[in-house]
């Protein structure tokens, strides 16, 4: 099985290289599903109804969130009827939405999508190790899920390589999201996970992790705040990786970053 998961999608630039792109990419690279991170698509803060129902009409499969899942209040009213837009399954018990999901693959295979929320640095939430836990009890790799993804939103890098071996050789990929800059570690486990601490964000990298520069550099030198963020609009480069899984045992074969278009140096598989 191939799968493409595309890092954060901060704001119009990030948004609208992935809706022009993602038709060739899917032909281009034969794939069978695509995730993306869309918690900061709107604007750079949150997802709307409309962005969603755009980004899951034009071929991404399932929509992952993180901290700014809610951000647009809007969301909040649907999530419970959108099982292919996801929040992180940590949040309190009661919380709109859904965790994670079984989801069917262009080729008839099940695909299970985990989303949890890292607690070092971040608001703090139920354990995400627990919620990982228990989700691959209900998605037994290899037998339920043909591939299973867990997607952890997190700031530390300590937290986000735990999650990859605690899952490993019960999921096929362990990805990070939420640093917006992509890590040159992407490997397979000794359990057969592939791994990579942070997928990196899809837009404009002329800025500060997807805004426009003079706002982040005016509170870090003067600590006066001059205004409200803004993403940088320039040309987006979509950050992400592949995927290849075994049919039978959904181990990874495979893994390669993906880098299109924009500033960094181009990467496909």
């Not at 899917?26 to 709107?42: H, I, K, Q, S, T």
């Not at 295979?109 to 009890?137: C, E, H, K, S, Y």
């Not at 867990?150 to 390589?161: F, L, N, P, R, Y």
Request: charged residues 25%; contains cysteine.
């Amino acid at each position: 099985m191939k799968l493409a998961y595309f890092g954060d999608i901060v704001g119009r630039a990030g948004r609208d290289a992935l809706l022009d792109r993602l038709p060739g990419i899917r032909e281009r690279l034969d794939l069978d599903f695509v995730v993306a991170n869309g918690e900061n698509a709107a604007g750079g803060f949150g997802i709307s109804q409309d962005i969603a129902n755009r980004l899951l009409q034009t071929g991404v499969d399932v929509i992952t969130g993180g901290n700014h899942s809610w951000d647009q209040r809007e969301i909040i009213d649907i999530m419970d009827q959108q099982p292919r837009l996801l929040r992180p399954a940590n949040f309190p018990e009661g919380t709109p939405g859904h965790g994670h999901g079984l989801y069917m693959a262009r080729g008839g295979q099940t695909v299970a999508i985990v989303n949890v929320m890292g607690r070092i640095f971040m608001d703090p939430l139920d354990d995400p190790f627990r919620a990982v836990d228990q989700a691959l009890v209900e998605y037994t790799l290899g037998r339920r899920a043909d591939f299973v993804l867990i997607d952890i939103h997190a700031e530390a890098t300590s937290e986000k390589m735990a999650m990859g071996h605690f899952a490993d050789g019960r999921a096929t990929l362990v990805v990070g999201s939420h640093s917006h800059v992509p890590t040159a570690d992407a490997q397979i486990l000794p359990g057969g996970t592939a791994y990579q601490t942070d997928a990196g964000m899809c837009g404009d990298y002329n800025s500060v992790i997807g805004m426009e520069k003079e706002e982040p550099l005016r509170r870090f030198t003067t600590k006066i705040a001059g205004g409200r963020f803004q993403p940088a609009n320039g040309e987006a480069t979509l950050c992400g990786v592949y995927v290849e899984s075994d049919e039978r045992t959904g181990k990874a074969l495979r893994i390669a970053p993906l880098r299109i278009g924009g500033r960094l140096a181009e990467t496909w598989p």
